[in-house]
């Protein structure tokens, strides 16, 4: 019997590219040699060489007839891909010298680079690259069972979100984190994420917030990739031709909800299932030009039946509980399709030219009809009791019947152009994009409001009830409600041009760049008159590296961001389009630096930064869980405010940790009358994200996720005054923690024969969600005493202590 050899050969990276001739034609057999290792290039001059990680090496090019190219003393991050296309000259031998901090390349515009691999393993109900965002200063949001967030005071739809360059956009209608399902990014398919808290470069979009710019790998090697879970499954297909000029990468994923909402305060039927399937193929058809295309079809079905839910709240001295008697469903759905092709030549070293187009399709629906019953009261406390924990004592009792027909069918088209020219150490990038938007929206949704038989009137009624002296004739009108049909088309014309340069100042080296774009957007429908808006918006950033000692590099961006309203801001609470919105305005002003430093012999990263945002033109809103509803004015002015510190290192080779802290203030001032906080201004963050092994089972891996969120302004009730509700919701506490045990990765060696052989990774792992059981709740529920009308909130609680098991492996 054989027994299992597994070598620890060390953490390692990936160098791949391709060689060139002087005249841009590939070069076959070219040679590529680094410490004993080596690999050859291709017919079409691609190669891919692994070398070990975190040290200095030496690699070589060599080729017959032409003069060696040395790539000298370059330090990747573990399991970094670096790509090189070097061009092999008949002269001059060629050194480049390449450096790469063990911590991360230090990038002076201000953007946030994520390594892929913590973003596939660190432990989450929505494990993925917004799990891993919510562990940065800045970015927050009080519900794991969503993977919406909000940055520095902004709201969801203030944030850009690009996948190869691509727009992706956010469900439209869904208003409960438990009907989300995924977001789009396919987090197994991620070669490179970037992201940026704001005081972006004008080469980004027209958002207030933030971006997320995310690259998806071109496979080098066939590979299956499958995980599953008691959340799901998925599954992930690499392909590469013979040839090298084909590749193919396909995700599927599979996930059901029943284990969160099962695990909450209301007992219900429930059959949340979402589906998605992504594809990148991209395909050499040149040296110098390539097609890729991105697909993508996603649907949601969620059926729910809530049976029964009670939730106590309160005070020790005065528990009180919400008991309520459902009948009726909820059978929502939600479909999306995406398809992009897109065209990217380079017409020499310097000049690289890329086009796009997109078209994006969404059908959603929602059909809810639900009675609900219920009961507010005291709380039985009496350890002895039998009816400890029931309601003893109501304090009114009443019913509400929600009725919902919302439809909605959305196509989004998108054609972009863009170029880069490189010029030495300056860059000229140019950008044009036009986007064609077409909204069909029915909205019919209303709440009723009875006790014993009488329904309750809207409270801005006009009529007059003189009961029982005079018989009341009036309709009957629900307490809320909304009923339109909108049809919305927007065109809008955009572009960018920017230039940056590095240079020396004496001897510090310094970086600037200066961009601006511009955005000319028109307002078309029935029922309402067009509106159009012409916007201009400069930006700069400027970074400095001094000549010192001390690693430190210090950055300075300002620029303006303006939001041309989207279909979602331009409707208002009844479901109104208001045409005359206009594009919100906001003014970036962020100082930051990092500083690199050694501590125990390890490499570790301070990265501050301080921000001032200046708000006009804002267009208030609401949020009930993750459904914004807005005013649809544009009557306010905004600010915001804070600090953001994140310490990054290896605590131990190859394993990224960081401790995250930022402080934030945002209020607002509507119509004039005085400023108050906005529902988004979470004051205190504290994020973890904490990498371990144990020293005598080094397969054994530890991941930790630790959020700390102060409270945020629990919202006001739909036509209510929010200048009479500034209450905020509890602290929010969670901590998710993963233990897997790695049978195999790229480090392991097995011998042919052995159970192992045949896979490139296998891991197990255990994740306890909310580890010590905090009871966390994302907004209230605003239930009203029908014999007062005075509402109550009672906070709708999250999910409690789980235990999840996943199974990864790749062949």
């Known amino acids: 019997m054989l027994a299992a050899i597994q070598t620890l050969v060390g953490q390692t990276a990936v160098i791949s590219g391709y060689v060139l001739d002087e005249q841009q034609q590939p070069l076959a057999s070219v040679n590529i040699s680094s410490d004993g290792i080596g690999t050859t290039t291709g017919a079409n001059g691609f190669y891919l060489l692994e070398i070990v990680a975190d040290k200095k090496v030496t690699i070589t090019f060599s080729h017959i007839g032409h003069e060696d190219v040395v790539l000298k003393d370059i330090i990747l991050n573990t399991n970094e891909t670096f790509e090189f296309n070097p061009v092999m000259a008949t002269k001059n031998i060629q050194?480049?010298?390449?450096?790469?901090?063990?911590?991360?390349?230090?990038?002076?515009?201000?953007?946030?680079?994520?390594?892929?691999?913590?973003?596939?393993?660190?432990?989450?109900?929505n494990a993925g690259v917004e799990n891993l965002l919510k562990l940065l200063p800045g970015v927050s949001f009080n519900n794991e069972l969503s993977t919406q967030y909000n940055v520095r005071g902004g709201n969801f739809d203030e944030n850009l979100v690009y996948v190869n360059g691509i727009e992706v956009y956010r469900p439209f209608l869904i208003r409960s984190a438990q009907q989300e399902g995924f977001s789009f990014v396919n987090s197994s398919m991620v070669e490179n994420v970037d992201f940026s808290a704001g005081g972006f470069q004008a080469k980004y979009g027209d958002k207030l917030s933030s971006v997320l710019d995310i690259t998806y790998k071109i496979p080098t090697s066939f590979s299956i990739e499958a995980e599953g879970s008691f959340l799901g499954a998925s599954a992930t297909m690499e392909t590469i031709s013979k040839k090298k000029d084909f590749t193919t990468l396909t995700g599927m994923?599979?996930?059901?909800?029943?284990?969160?909402?099962?695990?909450?305060?209301?007992?219900?039927?429930?059959?949340?299932?979402?589906?998605?399937?992504?594809?990148?193929?991209?395909?050499?058809?040149?040296?110098?030009?390539?097609?890729?295309?991105?697909?993508?079809?996603?649907?949601?079905?969620?059926?729910?039946?809530?049976?029964?839910?009670?939730?106590?709240?309160?005070?020790?001295s005065e528990?009180?509980?919400?008991?309520?008697?459902?009948?009726?469903?909820?059978?929502?759905?939600?479909?999306?399709?995406?398809?992009?092709?897109?065209?990217?030549l380079v017409v020499n070293n310097d000049l690289k030219l890329s086009f796009t187009s997109s078209i994006y399709h969404a059908l959603e629906e929602e059909f809810t009809d639900l009675i609900a019953a219920y009961e507010l009261g005291s709380v039985e406390t009496n350890l002895g009791s039998e009816n400890l924990g029931e309601v003893t004592e109501s304090r009114g009792v009443g019913s509400q019947f929600n009725r919902a027909r919302n439809q909605l069918d959305a196509l989004i088209f998108n054609l972009s152009h863009k170029g880069v020219l490189k010029k030495g150490n300056s860059i000229w990038e140019y950008g044009v994009r036009y986007s064609h938007e077409d909204?069909?929206?029915?909205?019919?949704?209303?709440?009723?409001?009875?006790?014993a038989g009488f329904l309750i009137r809207p409270p801005n009624g006009e009529f007059i009830n003189n009961e029982p002296e005079e018989p009341f004739e009036a309709p009957i009108l629900p307490f809320e409600g909304s009923r339109a049909t909108n049809f919305v088309k927007t065109n809008r014309l955009s572009g960018f041009f920017q230039f940056d340069k590095q240079a020396q100042w004496g001897k510090h080296t310094i970086y600037y760049n200066l961009g601006i774009r511009a955005q000319y957007w028109r307002l078309s429908g029935e029922g309402f008159e067009s509106n159009q808006q012409f916007l201009i918006s400069p930006r700069a950033q400027f970074a400095i590296k001094p000549s010192w000692k001390n690693?430190?590099?210090?950055?300075?961006?300002?620029?303006?961001?303006?939001?041309?309203?989207?279909?979602?801001?331009?409707?208002?609470?009844?479901?109104?389009?208001?045409?005359?919105?206009?594009?919100?305005k906001s003014l970036h002003i962020v100082a930051g630096n990092e500083y690199s430093f050694s501590l125990f012999d390890r490499p570790f990263t301070l990265i501050s930064e301080g921000y001032y945002k200046e708000l006009d033109n804002v267009n208030t809103y609401t949020?009930?869980?993750?459904?914004?509803?807005?005013?649809?004015?544009?009557?306010?002015?905004?600010?915001?405010?804070?600090?953001?510190?994140?310490?990054?290192?290896?605590?131990i080779p190859g394993a990224e940790s960081w401790l995250s802290l930022g402080y934030l203030e945002t209020k607002e001032n509507i119509d004039n009358r005085g400023y108050i906080s906005r529902p988004t201004d979470q004051r205190l963050k504290l994020?973890?994200?904490?990498?371990?092994?144990?020293?005598?089972?080094?397969?054994?891996?530890?991941?930790?996720?630790?959020?700390?969120?102060?409270g945020v302004p629990g919202g006001s009730p739909n036509?209510?005054?929010?200048?009479?509700?500034?209450?905020?919701?509890?602290?929010?506490?969670?901590?998710?923690?993963?233990i897997s045990y790695i049978f195999a990765d790229r480090t392991s060696v097995f011998k042919k024969g052995h159970w192992l052989n045949n896979f490139k990774e296998l891991d197990i792992g255990l994740e306890i969600f909310n580890a010590f059981n905090n009871q966390n709740s994302i907004t209230n529920t605003w239930v009203r005493d029908v014999d007062t009308q005075r509402q109550f909130a009672i906070p709708n609680f999250l999910t409690p202590r789980l235990l999840n098991l996943k199974l990864h492996m790749r062949f």
């Open 319 to 344: 528990p009180r509980a919400l008991v309520v008697f459902y009948e009726g469903q909820e059978q929502n759905r939600y479909e999306t399709q995406l398809g992009a092709l897109k065209a990217d």
């Open 253 to 316: 994923r599979y996930r059901n909800n029943s284990l969160l909402i099962n695990s909450q305060q209301t007992e219900t039927n429930v059959v949340p299932i979402f589906f998605d399937v992504q594809t990148y193929l991209t395909k050499q058809l040149t040296k110098n030009f390539k097609l890729s295309f991105l697909g993508n079809l996603s649907i949601n079905n969620y059926k729910n039946e809530p049976i029964v839910r009670q939730t106590n709240f309160g005070t020790i």
């Open 95 to 125: 050194i480049a010298e390449v450096e790469v901090s063990p911590t991360g390349k230090r990038d002076v515009q201000g953007v946030t680079t994520i390594p892929p691999e913590i973003v596939r393993k660190i432990p989450g109900v």
């Open 687 to 710: 994020g973890l994200l904490f990498q371990d092994y144990m020293p005598t089972i080094p397969n054994m891996k530890l991941y930790v996720n630790l959020v700390y969120n102060t």
């Open 439 to 451: 909204f069909r929206d029915r909205l019919n949704e209303a709440e009723f409001l009875d006790s």
């Open 551 to 584: 690693d430190v590099l210090f950055r300075l961006a300002v620029g303006s961001y303006q939001q041309p309203p989207f279909y979602r801001e331009l409707r208002n609470i009844q479901g109104q389009v208001n045409p005359e919105v206009e594009a919100q």
């Open 623 to 651: 949020v009930e869980d993750v459904r914004i509803r807005y005013r649809a004015d544009n009557v306010s002015r905004a600010y915001a405010y804070g600090f953001d510190f994140r310490l990054n290192g290896a605590l």
């Open 719 to 738: 036509n209510e005054d929010p200048y009479e509700f500034q209450n905020r919701l509890r602290d929010y506490r969670r901590a998710d923690l993963g």
